[in-house]
Nanobody
Framework: VQLQASGGGLVQVGDSLRLSCAAS????????MAWFRQAPGKEREFVAS????????NYADSVLGRFTMSRDSAKNMVFLQMNSLKPEDTAVYYC??????????????????WGQGTLVTVSS
């Protein structure tokens, strides 16, 4: 299983950015997908998740209303549209896959596969 995240970069406060994650080596429709992030010196934290059909989503309070997660099952990809970015959004963003149906899961231990991360830096 491989998860390849991309799309990170250096942006200004208030800007938007779209992250992508390409999945391979798994039956994509059988997996809940999620985004986590880890800022320097902090623990990895949940950002958003999406169920296998893409209908149901779950967001951390800190990104609710600003970030939108989606998935394209035809392409085995998930996306994270990030709007109104803030300096506190600066982190390495990871996509993760869970074999199952618990899209409410927010602990890293609940996810089975991880991508390599993509760095998002929001400058003030």
């Amino acid at each position: 299983v491989q998860l390849q995240a991309s799309g990170g970069g250096l942006v200004q406060v208030g800007d938007s950015l779209r992250l992508s994650c390409a999945a391979s080596g798994l039956t994509f429709r059988g997996y809940v997908m999620a985004w986590f992030r880890q800022a320097p010196g902090k623990e990895r934290e949940f950002v958003a998740s999406i169920n296998s059909s893409g209908v149901r989503k779950n967001y951390a309070d800190s990104v609710l209303g600003r970030f939108t997660m989606s998935r394209d099952s035809a392409k085995n990809m998930v996306f994270l549209q990030m709007n109104s970015l803030k300096p506190e959004d600066t982190a390495v963003y990871y996509c993760a896959a869970q074999y199952g149906t618990n899209f409410y899961a927010r602990a890293p231990r609940d996810y089975h596969y991880w991508g390599q991360g993509t760095l998002v830096t929001v400058s003030s």
